[in-house]
């Protein structure tokens, strides 16, 4: 019996290890540090053995694979050992699609993911499709795979995720742009960023879609670079295509072998120059999956942002509050930093889960101008980030109230203030539901 070896006890590694374990592999679950309750509960159900709070070299170092997650990155000495060795390191994502026959509509870029992967389900939905959501959003992918079955999956997939994929391929591959993010993690080269997010088009057969922004400078720089067999189906504000979306007067145009469908801006359910690419990209995606006019016109008006995650709730004297409630991690709070695109003032903090801050911290850098602690004890957020943002852009706060005035107090028009806790909630809320609601609330009393 081949054996498993799982690192990282979040939502991507219970996963892995609780299909590992369905195809009758002998697996293991590593985390170095503290997994929350409901994934302990998880693996002692699934009767997977597991570890927390260390890595055990004689326990992982014999293992034939080893999937890892992605918030691990690959310079931690223990994939370093792996990779000496010579074993082979996989993502969840490679390691479900083994076992995945469904059809796969495959999302990634810099910006706009988690908003063009909803648009997406929720566009496959309401055509009546047997329709998943996974990746690094809803549920894990491989979870899915090992106790549920659908005929398509739309799955969010992150530069981490997709390094470690190999054989893995889409039906219908999306980038919605390029920005340069991340390059701690790409030895601050450009090149390799991009280069891990065209992993995601490397198997692309004939047959399948690759949906790309044609506006986006660095994805046709690249896309010149490489040779591909798919489809291309681009989408501009800048000019007509004969394949794919564009702008033309107030109307999106799409066009998909002989088929066009007509959207009206005024129709659409998000605002914003940004949202107008992620509505053409989820309209291109609906096409080419067959989805009617009708259904594709109807979602696009329709559609309402994920309630807690990344969900936009006022625009308030030019400064946007933003509910990421259910960023209870510091992959969920990495995620939702990283798309920011205007200074940030972030709220977070609650009940510390043993958190490594350290991969925050050149975001924190890069794109945060104050922090508003929102927990009972703030002592290891305040180590961490204090420095970097000066005391006086420091404040702690005991309630949503509180915490949203003094946000307010330090954000200046055109900032956005990020509730993105990245921890749980249970120190002051019920529930990260709870601690959004209630940050809503006192969004709309400001």
Known sequence: MSRIVVLGGGESGVGAAVLAKVKGFDVFLSDNGEIAGH????????????????????????????????????????????????????????????YDSAKKICITG?????????????????????????????????????????????LEISSFQLDNCY???????????????HLDRYDYQLENYVRSKFRITRNLRPEDCFIFDSDDEITIDHLNKIILSAKRL??????????????????????????????YLKELALGGKHNIYNSMAAAIAAKASGIDNKVIR??????????????????IKDVLYINDSKATNVDSAWYALECQTRPVVWILGGKDKGNDYEVLKPLVKDKVKAIVCLGVDNSRIRESFEGMVGSGNFVETRSAEDAVKE?????APGDVVLLSPCCASFDLFSSYEDRGRKFKEAVRML
């Open 39 to 98: 994934f302990v509960d998880d693996l002692k159900k699934w009767d997977i053995p597991f570890e927390q709070g260390k890595h055990t070299e004689e326990l992982i170092l014999g293992a034939d694979e080893v999937i890892k997650s992605p918030g691990i990155p690959s310079t931690v000495p223990m994939v370093k050992k792996l990779e000496a060795q010579g074993t082979p390191i996989l993502s969840e994502i490679e390691f479900a699609g083994r």
């Open 110 to 154: 810099s910006n706009g993911k988690t908003t063009t992967t909803s648009l997406i389900y929720y566009l496959l939905k309401n055509a009546g499709l047997n329709v998943g959501l996974g990746g690094n959003i809803g549920k894990s992918y491989a979870y899915q795979v090992a106790t549920e079955h659908f005929d398509y999956y739309v």
């Open 167 to 181: 054989d893995f391929h889409p039906d219908i591959a999306i980038i919605t742009n390029i920005t340069p993010d």
């Open 234 to 263: 681009p989408f501009t504000q800048k000019g007509e295509v004969e394949q794919g979306a564009y702008l033309k007067d107030d109307k999106i145009i799409v066009k998909y072998e002989d088929e066009e469908c007509d959207i």
């Open 298 to 315: 109807e979602s696009l008006a329709t559609f309402q942002p994920i309630e807690h995650r990344l969900e936009p709730v006022l625009s």
């Open 407 to 411: 946000a307010s107090k330090l954000a």
